[in-house]
């Protein structure tokens, strides 16, 4: 007995030893990559979960250190292509090309003719060219492809690039956190980032475009005991952003050019679909939603999280993970909290207890639905003005917000702080050199469009709330007004293409500004400025 005892005593501490270090291993893995990231992802988001991620941080700090090609789909000219090119010229944007120009659209029953197809075809033939496809390094270029008639730019293009990479790196730590082990067994690398908007719109919360979509990463109390919830100004105007939205698309020519080759796939898949009850409910809906690109890149972003999912579980061991969720909660990887989809509740993202659109829940080691998107959440690159238009004032920052935001609605939300203090990744020097003595000297001094409630600054302001008034009234309260006449001819004499030399289309042809926008925009466009 004795003998026996003293064989297996080994063999026990070995036992305990081996699960001990198995326990460590698992829990160690998962976390190794969010302590990798955990230092960009504290120092990116401060001490306050209401700080949006830091921008000074960057590779990429010029505009010269990295082409960036502009697309603006647009089949016509009128006053709100005139903004828009207006305030990229004033603040030293890329010369834009213009896609789709005096393309006809005439599909009957389709949205716009179809002209919201031609995001999605003709930036793509514009990345597949093949001339341009043979110069070294073009599928490492930017492309910024927006919405042509209802964006405004108000800060300069090195501020776009740095919130490019803050919004990756933001997305970076989060995912990898959220996924564990999975990230980096996957190769996860997110580079193409759209806008986020409140609504998961036009599809349906039961579909496959809106159910697995997860939590959006804005504070929970952002809208106090309104957040997330139907009471607000509009059904979903207290609801955190957390759907993507098309207006703007940015990110490697490479990596684009694949999403918009899956969308293109999609968009045949629509025109041959018929009575699709995932679409309008009506059963009779065919054509993504009457020719929504927004609905096609939508559910592309719902099918790449339903799949993350899917990934995650993949790499976790059932027994090991889920003991280890109870005792070191909130870690990498961990199976996540219940959600919600617009009030109705989801546990199980893979599988919602309500009837729903039903996808395959098998591991595909070839990862055909993932596309690396990534989402603004926090407005750095564009804010929506959709069911967001009083998130938003005119703010001087070198002043108090209560001097300047005299009344508050009752749904309003109530700016973070009373003193915004700017951006970090704002040049230091006046807004444009050559503006001494004409201008305010600070960026503090001047009117920003900011997000109040949680303090961002946006490069571009994206008007697609359906109050279109807004559109119109906001023109007069932004930076430029009164002096955008004086800024357009001092960068006419500095040789700004656009002005100078024309706009480019994809079809070789150039376009003159004096045709594209010509005397008869210039009193909405310059309001009572002088020549």
């Known amino acids: 007995m004795v003998t026996m005892i003293s064989i297996r005593r080994p063999i026990s501490l070995v036992g305990i030893a081996f699960v001990f270090s198995t326990l460590v291993l698992y829990i160690l893995a998962p976390n190794t990559i969010q302590r990798h990231n955990s230092a960009t992802f504290s120092s990116s988001w401060g001490t306050s979960r209401y700080n949006p991620p830091a921008t000074q941080n960057t590779s990429i700090t010029s505009i010269n250190d990295q082409k960036l090609h502009v697309l603006l789909p647009a089949t016509r000219?009128?006053?709100?292509?005139?903004?828009?090119?207006?305030?990229?010229?004033?603040?030293?944007?890329?010369?834009?090309?213009?896609?789709?120009?005096?393309?006809?659209?005439?599909?009957?029953?389709l949205l716009g003719g179809g002209s919201h197809f031609a995001k999605i075809t003709r930036t793509l033939d514009y990345l597949s060219d093949p001339e341009r496809r043979k110069q070294d390094g073009f599928d490492d270029e930017l492309v910024l492809m927006l919405d042509a008639y209802d964006i405004w730019f108000q800060l300069p293009p090195d501020v776009l690039l740095s919130r490019y990479r803050a919004v990756l790196e933001d997305d970076h730590a989060r995912v990898a956190h959220r996924m564990g082990r999975a990230y980096a067994n996957e190769g996860i690398n997110s580079q193409v980032v759209f806008g986020a908007g409140k609504r998961c719109a036009p599809n349906l919360i039961t579909s496959i475009a809106c159910y697995p979509v997860p939590e959006s990463p804005l504070p929970a109390d952002i809208y106090g005991g309104n957040t997330d919830t139907a009471v607000g100004t509009s059904p979903w105007s207290s609801f955190r952003t957390r759907y993507l939205n098309s207006g703007y698309i940015m990110g490697p020519v490479g990596q684009v050019r694949r999403v918009l080759e899956r969308a293109l796939e999609k968009l045949e898949e629509c025109q041959n679909r018929k009575a699709a009850s995932f679409d309008d409910g009506s059963g009779r809906s065919d054509m993504c939603y009457?020719?929504?690109?927004?609905?096609?890149?939508?559910?592309?972003?719902?099918?790449?999280?339903?799949?993350r999912e899917v990934m995650r579980r993949h790499h976790r061991s059932r027994v090991v993970d889920d003991v280890l969720d109870r005792v070191v909660p909130g870690r990498a990887g961990a199976n996540p909290p219940p959600t919600h989809v617009e009030q109705v509740p989801v546990r199980d993202i893979l599988e919602p207890a309500f009837t729903h659109q039903e996808y395959n829940k098998t591991h595909l080691p070839e990862k055909p639905y993932e596309f690396g998107i990534a989402l603004d959440y926090w407005s750095l690159l564009g804010h929506q003005t959709s069911n967001a238009v009083t998130d938003a004032r005119y703010i001087l920052h070198d002043r108090r917000v209560s001097q300047q935001v005299k009344k508050l609605k009752k749904f309003d939300c109530v700016p973070k702080t009373d003193v915004f203090a700017l951006p970090t990744d704002l040049p230091a020097e006046l807004p444009l050199p050559w503006m001494a003595g004409s201008w305010p000297d600070l960026w503090e001094a001047m009117p920003l469009y900011t997000e109040v409630c949680i303090g961002t600054v946006p490069v571009m302001i994206h008007h697609n709330s359906v109050e279109?008034?807004?559109?119109?009234?906001?023109?007069s309260e932004t930076w430029w007004y009164g002096r955008a006449r004086m800024l357009?001819?001092?960068?006419?004499?500095?040789?700004?293409?656009?002005?100078?030399?024309?706009?480019?289309?994809d079809r070789g042809s150039v376009l003159r500004w004096e045709h594209m926008c010509p005397k008869a925009a210039e009193s909405e466009l310059f309001g009572n400025e002088k020549v």
């Open 77 to 109: 000219s009128n006053i709100h292509l005139c903004k828009t090119l207006l305030t990229m010229a004033i603040l030293g944007y890329p010369n834009p090309t213009i896609v789709a120009w005096e393309d006809q659209d005439h599909a009957d029953g």
């Open 290 to 307: 009457h020719g929504s690109d927004q609905s096609i890149f939508v559910e592309m972003f719902g099918e790449q999280e339903f799949y």
């Open 468 to 475: 279109k008034w807004q559109r119109e009234r906001q023109w």
């Open 488 to 505: 357009l001819e001092e960068r006419r004499r500095e040789g700004a293409e656009m002005l100078v030399k024309g706009l480019r289309t």
